[in-house]
């Protein structure tokens, strides 16, 4: 079994991180902060790679 990776930073919540996804020019950050924004919202994180990265 794998162990959650704790999210540790609270300065954004899923919306904030969509914005910041919005205004991103690096492609792969912005998946990233995607990503995590599923997952703040209850996704798996197997989910919210895959959607992050189709």
Known sequence: M????AISRT???AA????AAGGERDAAASRR??????VLEG???TEAA???WA
């Open 33 to 38: 902060m995607l990503a995590l924004a599923l």
């Open 2 to 5: 794998v162990a959650a990776v």
């Open 50 to 52: 895959r959607a992050a």
């Open 16 to 19: 904030g991180l969509r914005r």
């Open 11 to 13: 300065d954004l919540d």
């Open 43 to 45: 996704q798996s994180r």
